[in-house]
């Protein structure tokens, strides 16, 4: 397996600030353009319903209409659309205005998750979601292509354009890669990836990006995106952050991991949970270790589950996008941006640069 490309910055909220909606929603925003300002190619938003604990957005398409009337270049995706429960054609629809709202950035990223306790409201079954997604994908697929709806004739206004092909796929499994790569959609993989205790991150997640690349279709782009909590921090607020992100990285490691983590020190938690906090220099090596990054052409960065503050999040963002990603080599600033909105095309207008100016 070959690096397809230079990797590029991506950012990517959960929106799970201690703070009412309207400041989460302010704070992610504000984090949208921070993160456009210092030269990342990439913004996604999760989508959860019913309350503020796992998520704090049920509507990641609105949220992102208010980011593109704020930023000119940076890729908002949503990080992902549960389809199992969404009407299919209602998020094509939303996903075209948006679209044309925001001058084409618009990046799709969709799964078959979501709790199982958000599907009865919506009169859905969650055992069925697998099933559910492939026939809501498949509605979702026609409608932004302009194949008509459901037998209807009916087609979308405004028509989707290439969004068809700006179709990205979460998964945690070797089926679910290989469906994505025959669909020739990108992959997205998650920092919440259920492992082994002690088995590092990549370990599980190189045969999947394998899977997936295997299953293209011969010309289709290689789009793989890995999802990485980070929190990088000057010296003099290095001990802040990791007291920050104790009791989050032991509920993540007992939660997702199924770890014993009472008894875990802080930086066993750190290892365990592949979590990447500290300095400049810190974090740059641990991200450097990671062998899923070097077959990634995207890769997102979230702080959760640390519980940073707003402030500490600005300035991690302008941190990795001006001292680690240099650092890494990884593609930065307007022509990393375009690459990404170009990724589809046949002959890409623009190749991601190492270092490339924000």
């Known amino acids: 397996?070959?690096?397809?490309?230079?990797?590029?910055?991506?950012?990517?909220?959960?929106?799970l600030?201690?703070?009412?909606?309207?400041?989460?929603?302010?704070?992610?925003?504000?984090?949208?353009q921070q993160a456009e300002r210092?030269?990342?190619?990439?913004?996604?938003?999760?989508?959860?319903?019913?309350?503020?604990?796992?998520?704090?957005?049920?509507?990641?398409?609105?949220?992102?209409?208010?980011?593109?009337?704020?930023?000119?270049?940076?890729?908002?995706?949503?990080g992902v659309v549960t389809l199992p429960i969404d009407d299919p054609v209602r998020a094509a629809e939303d996903a075209a205005v948006l679209d044309a709202l925001s001058g084409g950035r618009v990046q799709l990223g969709v799964a078959s998750g979501g709790t199982d306790s958000s599907f009865a409201p919506f009169a859905r079954e969650a055992g069925r979601r697998r099933d559910l997604f492939d026939d809501h994908l498949a509605v979702f697929l026609d409608a932004l292509r302009g194949n008509g709806i459901r037998g209807?004739?009916?087609?979308?206004?405004?028509?989707?354009?290439?969004?068809?092909?700006?179709?990205?796929?979460?998964?945690?499994?070797?089926?679910?890669?290989?469906?994505?790569?025959?669909?020739?959609?990108?992959?997205?993989?998650?920092?919440t990836q259920p492992r082994p205790a002690?088995?590092?991150?990549?370990d599980v997640q190189l045969p999947i990006v394998e899977a997936h690349l295997s299953a293209l279709p011969p010309g289709a782009p290689v789009r793989?995106?890995?999802s990485r909590t980070a929190l990088v921090v000057d010296e003099e607020?290095?001990?802040?952050?990791?007291?920050?992100?104790?009791d989050g990285l032991r509920r993540l490691a007992a939660t997702f991991l199924g770890v014993d983590a009472d008894h875990l020190g802080l930086d066993d938690l750190v290892a365990v949970?592949?979590?990447?906090?500290?300095?400049?220099?810190?974090?740059?090596?641990?991200?450097?270790?990671?062998?899923?990054?070097?077959?990634?052409?995207?890769?997102?960065?979230?702080?959760?589950?640390?519980?940073?503050?707003?402030?500490?999040?600005?300035?991690?963002?302008?941190?990795l996008g001006t001292a680690v990603a240099p650092r890494l080599g990884w593609a930065t600033g307007p022509d990393a941006a375009t690459a990404l909105r170009h990724a589809h095309d046949p002959e890409p207008a623009l190749v991601p640069t190492p270092g490339g100016t924000a």
């Open 38 to 78: 210092h030269g990342f190619a990439s913004a996604w938003v999760a989508q959860h319903h019913f309350g503020e604990h796992e998520g704090g957005l049920p509507s990641p398409f609105v949220l992102l209409a208010a980011a593109a009337e704020r930023t000119t270049r940076i890729a908002l995706g949503t």
């Open 17 to 32: 600030e201690a703070a009412p909606a309207p400041d989460r929603y302010r704070f992610a925003l504000e984090q949208v």
């Open 273 to 319: 949970t592949d979590t990447h906090v500290g300095t400049v220099e810190e974090v740059t090596a641990s991200l450097a270790a990671d062998r899923t990054l070097e077959v990634a052409t995207d890769v997102t960065f979230q702080v959760h589950s640390i519980a940073a503050t707003h402030d500490l999040t600005l300035r991690s963002l302008e941190l």
């Open 237 to 246: 607020d290095r001990t802040r952050a990791l007291e920050l992100a104790e």
């Open 1 to 15: 397996m070959t690096a397809p490309t230079t990797p590029r910055p991506g950012f990517f909220t959960r929106l």
């Open 224 to 226: 793989v995106l890995a």
């Open 198 to 202: 002690g088995v590092p991150l990549h």
């Open 152 to 191: 209807t004739g009916a087609h979308l206004y405004p028509a989707a354009g290439t969004l068809a092909d700006r179709v990205w796929q979460g998964t945690f499994s070797i089926a679910g890669a290989r469906r994505a790569g025959a669909a020739g959609h990108g992959l997205m993989l998650s920092r």
